[in-house]
């Protein structure tokens, strides 16, 4: 089932600016449509291609809407974008985050997902989080966004730099980054606990597009997840000791706990304290490679 039942049809005329911006929106995604190769998002070239990039029938498919609905977008009609498709769009476009945020500037819309800051990150919360180090920590909020992290835990599970930041979310990692999976001993019950704990925080954001965003990727993106999903499975946050097989260190046992940075559950510290003595001198060396450049 496509996305075109969700969008409307054309609309009434509308204000002269609302229409530049229309056309504009349509020049920009024909433009970035055309730079793509079908190899480069995983389709057979064909035969008789004299389109160049894409076609329109592709990026619908890749994009999970409807033909005609894409059309019409590109020929700049009045219908009604959601943030669901505009962010299906800048994944199947390869969209960097400049031009996706041109996209949802375009179409006169907020980018609800990824959170790329968070009000309780302050310059002091900054601070703590190189305090901690070598300990490594970082700041989510209740939807798994990593929004803030220190170098040691940017070296933990995978080389978090090296993440679009959109991408950046503990979920979606789990569930679909090779490295952040093989760093994590007892994965399957690892993903089941952050897919329970999701279902669990969801229940209070359930009209909220950002939430819906990430339970779609996830759905479509992973098997596993939509496994884990349809469980109906809830668990509260807890303080648990964790194993990691680190690429830099080995392996190393960890003490979770969330530090709550307001009154409200929300934005939370994620620290992982060494449970031994190896651990924690494990622990200072990665932190070593981590100030050195990854390793380098």
């Known amino acids: 089932m496509t996305m075109l039942a969700q969008e409307t049809q054309p609309g009434p005329a509308a204000p002269h ?62 219908i009604q974008v959601s943030v669901q498709v505009l962010d299906s769009l800048a994944r199947a476009l390869r969209l960097d985050g400049t031009e996706r945020a041109h996209l949802f500037q375009l179409a006169g819309a907020v980018d609800p997902s990824p959170a790329q800051s968070c009000p309780s990150v302050t310059p002091a919360v900054r601070a703590l989080l190189e305090q901690l180090e070598p300990v490594p920590a970082a700041i989510q909020n209740d939807r798994y966004d990593i929004v803030a992290y220190n170098r040691t835990y940017g070296l933990l599970m995978c080389d978090l730099d090296a993440v679009p930041p959109e991408d950046r979310n503990c979920l979606v990692l789990s569930y679909t980054h090779p490295d952040w999976q093989s760093s994590i001993v007892n994965l399957q019950e690892a993903q089941r606990l952050m897919a329970a704990r999701f279902r669990a925080a969801m229940a209070g954001h359930l009209g909220e597009p950002a939430w819906k965003m990430l339970l779609k990727r996830l759905r479509d993106q992973s098997p596993d997840f939509r496994e884990a999903w349809d469980r109906h499975e809830v668990v509260a946050h807890r303080t648990k000791r964790k194993e990691f097989l680190n690429k830099y260190v080995g392996r190393l046992v960890l003490d979770h706990t969330d530090l709550w940075l307001n009154p409200e559950v929300g934005a ?12 924690r001198a494990r622990l200072e060396k990665l932190y070593g490679y981590a100030v050195k450049g990854r390793g380098a």
């Open 17 to 78: 600016g609302t229409e530049i911006r229309r056309h504009e929106l349509a020049a920009f995604l024909r433009s970035r449509r055309e730079r793509l190769t079908p190899e480069q998002v995983g389709l057979p070239r064909g035969r008789r291609r004299r389109t160049p990039g894409l076609r329109r029938e592709e990026v619908a498919q890749l994009s999970a809407v409807g033909v005609t609905w894409y059309t019409w977008l590109e020929q700049a009609r009045d």
């Open 268 to 279: 939370r510290m994620v620290t992982y304290v060494p449970a031994d003595e190896e651990t």
